[in-house]
């Protein structure tokens, strides 16, 4: 900001300058009027940056109106005193502005008696309280002794000051403990907890704000962006937490506390005592609870409102200490706990059922009825007690209505078990008949009906099991209708009409005549959205079986048939619950508006709206959205909006059927439309907890489509997919066994791919190979090993585009310890390094993914594992094979069983299984450790191929060398096999079949009559190196070799090939064997020269050129 003297040295022009003007300045006057215009909109703008938007006085002089030289000093003088003006009215703005003359001018004004202003006070009021919810501002108001002025403000017992008071108090405590802690002190629990109870019903709830801001702050802590901002030293706050706690528990039974402030209490219990996630091992807070006050809370839920003298209360009142009472009965964490609260339970119960007379009775079995619509086993070991449910069915019979109105509803309560089911039906279906027939108030008789309809819904949707006549349940059904529709009742009678329907809708005949009833069905989804939420369950139970979306499996036939034989029950399905019947059911629910209904439902912040009413509401919407046809309605009427929550927050079941409703959402429906704004990004988490392992595959399916979807529209959503860490599970579908898993999990990496962190994964890999830390170089290696087996197109793609670029990079300047050549298979790698040779074979730990263990040489053993591309070998233990001193590793290749290595020296070592001859050293014997060629010492060699049982060598001056077996020809030495197909009479192998080592090669069959003398030059096992002469001398420069077959190309161009021939991989233009070298006449007759080899196991690859 400018100072007011800052115009006399930051001015051009001369503009304060006392004195006589020079000679001839007044001709330059009008250009530094110019100048100084100039350069003044320049201080402002560069400077002075409030003043953007302010309006001077018209009558305050401008620079650009300097016109008449003789103006002069005068005109100056007044340009000064403006700007001074100017400057000092930006001070007072300034000071106006301060966050600590706010604060004090907002108290004044609220704390003012003679300030009449209501608008003002407002305002003030919501200032204060926006300031409050800043971190800067909450810190100036408590540090100008803003707690104390709060106080001011709560002892003036004006309503809208307290409010403000309230509301700027949870501002303050909001993520701060220290601060927290501190006004703790300064106000009181007492005294805060007194706020609640208070009869304006709109104070109370702030009261209850604060609160539950309160007890987040003692219970998380500071919150992160506040870590190190204060240095207060805070000490444990349980004894706070406890504190609060107890005076809330004291005030749930003072008479003096309201109604609407005793469910705030239950309501703030209900939040703040039960662990937020049950792998918190800590429930001390709830055991402390239950010893303090749970007979307070089973008094509140016993309260009979009728009765004189009894407890403020609400009709939510006995819900929520309800909820409350299951949430603490789930929190217990061992059944000595549970024990102990089943025995709290039955000594208050049993204490006001024997020792009060008829009230005490009541107030019994009203509470009994509490703890049935929560924590039931308790409710149940209860009506246990002695007399309890005699009590229960003579009060029926009782001419008070109050007796009967507790004594129904218990009944109601108590049906829920099938035995005591079987106990009422028996005994009390002809009293509640009678109720409903001769009771004169509609309270007692809609109690009544739906007594009856409970009973005669329990054989639940197993159509055999019928408890009433035939057509009872349609005339129960039809009663309820007719109440719900009847809008002269409460709603609070109304609802009861639901709770029957909520058991009718069992039979398939009443939910078919429910949905055709139009005028019943609105009525119930008005209900649902009034402000009695009670009701919420039973019109979740209700849709859920008008809808068919509870859980149904599909009996095990052989189970079913000997169900029969041994003429136990068989539930039978209704024939109007087939599928079609209950699509029809949805459409018709769907043009009543049920998902608007479902939208209110879920924006419900009350306890009634409890997890399991949660995942029935989640279970419904799954249905709605189950045809393709209707989800764009559903997203109309807000669905999407309302399936976040109830996929976030919930059962687990509930939670996995918002989640698939949203992943069917997302994968017909433009996301962008169905989930607008930053709604969309909430929809990745659920998404990605469908990829998880123990859901179902249509699960995973649709979680992969949805994906595909988001993935697909913006760099950001798939930044979210990547911060939820979904790829790796996205990858592991792509290799399930399922084909559509693999199909939509490949399409999603497809769109992840489009991602730069997502592409990035090659160069990570290269560095890791890359890097001059052995360990990690290591893992880099098992890293492309597993991508390698899993897929032999993944492989393929590796090598071809980047692999041998990878291990180009890894053998130049290569220390000797690090690798220089890696060759994988489907189970097994070996890494060549400079002085050793390392084998990896896949562990035995596959239940926890892939796990590689270091193996030795491939050596004898029961069976042969496979190797890629071309070969097979079988690792032993230990697992690190040292080479000689003298021996530098150059180049290895693998058969199905065994290894040839080749020396930087020209020297040959060769190990594994011996069989055939393949090792070359005599004799048929395995070799475990590698062992040199003797027959080749002496004669340096340039290359080296391995076949399936063969093996071959080129020396540097082109001599080729083969050994191993010879059982197709293909060490080009005379075969006996081939001899055979070639005798006119005998036959004896067919040429379509593929000879196999392991059965009996090694036997020669008796045919010499017929094949002549010739038979004893036959070679089957050539165990020594032996010299193979092409024909005119021709010089070997490449030879490679198929699993049955050779390749070998000359120093002059020519290609020659030998051996297995039935797929045509010889190159003759034939499927014929041959043991003799033949030259494959295509390239020469073409103009090509062949430079390069590679044979598959049943194929053959040349790279050639023109000449």
Not at 223 to 233: V, Y
Not at 342 to 367: M, N, P
Not at 659 to 667: E, V
Not at 768 to 787: C, D, F, K, T, Y
């Amino acid at each position: 900001m400018c100072e007011p003297g800052a115009q006399e040295q930051g001015f051009p022009g001369g503009i304060a300058r006392s004195g006589e003007q020079h000679a001839g300045e007044g001709k330059h006057q009008r250009s530094r009027s110019k100048a100084w215009a100039r350069a003044l909109e320049g201080q402002y703008s560069q400077r002075c940056w409030p003043l953007r938007g302010l309006v001077l006085p018209a009558s305050w002089p401008r620079p650009g109106r300097v016109t008449d030289p003789s103006a002069g000093r005068g005109s100056h003088c007044r340009v000064i005193e403006a700007v001074t003006n100017l400057f000092l009215h930006l001070s007072q703005m300034k000071l106006m502005s301060c966050t600590d003359s706010k604060v004090e001018q907002m108290f004044q004004i609220l704390l003012d008696p003679k300030e009449t202003d209501t608008d003002k006070k407002q305002k003030a009021a919501q200032n204060l309280i926006v300031l409050a919810r800043e971190e800067a501002g909450a810190e100036k108001i408590f540090q100008s002794d803003g707690v104390r002025l709060l106080l001011r403000m709560l002892d003036t017992g004006r309503e809208d000051a307290m409010l403000a008071a309230l509301r700027t108090l949870a501002g303050l405590c909001s993520g701060h403990r220290s601060r927290t802690m501190a006004i703790l002190a300064e106000l009181g629990a007492p005294r805060v907890s007194a706020m609640l109870g208070v009869e304006h019903e709109q104070v109370s709830l702030a009261a209850c704000n604060l609160l539950q801001v309160m007890f987040d702050a003692l219970k998380e802590g500071l919150q992160r962006d506040f870590r190190g901002k204060e240095e207060a030293l805070v000490l444990d706050p349980s004894k706070e937490l406890k504190l609060l706690i107890g005076h809330l528990l004291e005030m749930l039974n003072r008479e003096g506390t309201s109604a609407h402030g005793r469910d705030n209490i239950l309501n703030l219990l209900i939040k703040v005592v039960p662990r937020k996630s049950l792998r918190d091992p800590n429930n001390s807070l709830t055991l402390w609870v239950i010893d303090q006050g749970l007979k307070k809370i089973l008094e509140v839920g016993g309260t009979v409102c009728e009765a004189p003298g009894s407890l403020p209360a609400t009709e939510n009142s006995r819900m929520s200490a309800a909820v409350l009472l299951s949430k603490l009965y789930s929190d217990l964490k061992c059944d000595a706990e549970r024990e102990n609260f089943h025995r709290l339970c039955e000594d208050y119960v049993r204490s006001w059922f024997e020792g009060h007379g008829l009230a005490g009775k009541l107030r019994a079995i009203q509470t009994a009825s509490c703890l049935l619509q929560g924590p039931s086993e308790a409710g149940n070991q209860v009506l246990e007690l002695e007399g309890i449910m005699e009590s229960v069915l003579a009060l029926c019979a009782s001419v008070r209505e109050v007796d009967q109105l507790v004594a129904v509803e218990a009944l109601i309560h108590a049906a829920d078990k099938a035995k005591r089911a079987s106990f009422i039906t028996a005994n009390g279906v002809t009293l509640l008949k009678n109720i409903y027939k001769c009771s004169g108030r509609d309270s007692i008789r809609i109690r009544a009906l739906v007594g009856l309809c409970k009973l005669g819904s329990a054989g639940g949707i197993d159509f055999s099991m019928k408890q009433f006549a035939e057509g009872s349940t349609l005339k129960l059904a039809k009663q309820c209708r007719k109440w719900l529709c009847n809008e002269a009742i409460d709603a609070g009678t109304r609802r009861w009409a639901v709770e029957g329907l909520a058991y009718l809708t069992f039979d398939a005949d009443v939910k078919e005549e429910f949905v055709e009833d139009k005028a019943a069905v609105q009525a119930m989804f008005q209900l649902a959205k009034s402000e009695d939420k009670s009701v919420l369950f039973a019109v979740a139970s209700t849709l859920v079986n008008c809808t068919n979306s509870y859980d149904h499996e599909e009996p095990d036939p052989q189970m079913l048939e000997l169900a029969k034989y041994a003429k136990q029950h068989v539930p039978e399905q209704h024939p109007k619950d087939e599928p079609g019947c209950v699509r029809r059911r949805v459409r018709k629910l769907l043009a009543a508006g049920v998902v608007s209904a479902l939208t209110c439902m879920v924006k419900s912040e009350n306890p009634a709206l409890t997890n399991s009413c949660r995942e029935l509401i989640s279970r419904v919407f799954l249905a709605v959205v189950e045809e393709a046809a209707d989800r764009g309605s559903v997203v109309a009427q807000g669905g999407g909006k309302a399936l976040i929550p109830l996929s976030l927050e919930g059962t687990e079941v509930g939670q996995a059927k918002a989640a698939q409703a949203l992943a069917k959402i997302t994968i017909t429906s433009n996301p962008d439309m169905a989930f607008p704004g930053e709604r969309i990004y909430e929809v990745v988490r659920p998404l990605v907890r469908l990829l998880h392992l123990h859901r179902t595959g249509l699960e995973n399916f649709e979680g992969l489509m949805a994906l595909t979807n988001l993935a697909g529209i913006s760099e950001r959503l798939r930044q979210k997919i990547l911060k939820e860490k979904a790829v790796p599970m996205i990858e592991g579908y792509m290799f399930e066994e399922h084909e559509l898993l693999r199909l939509a999990a490949t399409e999603c990496m497809c769109n992840m791919a489009m991602s730069t962190e997502t592409a990035h994964w090659l160069e990570i890999l290269q560095a890791l190979l890359l890097s001059p830390n052995v360990e990690l170089q290591h893992r880099g290696a098992v890293i492309v090993l597993n991508m390698m087996v899993a897929d032999r197109e993944i492989a393929a793609k590796l090598m071809e585009r980047h692999g041998r670029l990878v291990l180009g990079g890894w053998l130049a300047g290569a220390l000797p310890g690090h690798c220089q050549d890696l060759l994988p298979s489907e189970s097994h790698v070996l890494l060549l390094r400079g002085t050793a040779l390392e084998a990896w074979a896949r562990g035995a730990g596959l239940c926890q993914g892939p796990s590689w263990q270091q193996q030795l040489h491939p050596g004898e053993a029961a069976r042969p594992l496979p190797l890629a591309p071309c070969g097979y070998m079988i690792p032993r233990p230990p697992f690190l094979c040292p080479l000689p001193p003298a021996l530098r590793a150059q180049k290895l290749v693998l058969g199905h069983e065994h290894v040839v290595l080749l020396g930087q020296d020209g020297t040959i070592y060769t190990w594994g299984c011996g069989r055939h001859g393949q090792l070359g050293h005599g004799g048929l014997e395995p070799a475990l450790e590698p062992r040199l060629v003797e027959a080749l010492h002496g004669v340096p060699m340039g290359d080296v191929a391995a076949g399936g049982w063969h093996s071959v060598s080129v020396s540097e001056g082109g001599d080729l060398y083969v050994w191993g077996w010879n059982e197709s020809g293909q060490l080009a030495l005379p075969s006996k096999a081939l001899a055979e197909k070639r005798a006119p009479a005998t036959a004896s192998v067919s040429q379509h079949e593929e000879p196999c080592p392991g059965e009996a090669e090694l036997k020669l069959v008796n045919h010499e009559a017929a094949l002549g003398a010739e038979a004893a030059d036959f070679i089957s096992i050539q165990a020594f190196p032996a010299l193979l002469d092409l024909p005119e001398g021709s010089e070997v420069s490449k030879v490679s070799c198929g699993s049955r077959h050779t390749a070998a190309v000359t120093r002059t161009g020519e290609l020659y090939t030998w051996g297995w021939g039935k797929y045509g991989q010889l190159g003759h233009n034939d499927t014929a064997s041959s043991d003799q070298p033949r030259q494959v006449g295509y390239f020469p007759a073409n103009g090509l020269t062949v430079e390069d080899v590679v044979c598959g196991p049943w194929n053959t690859y040349v790279g050639a050129v023109e000449k």
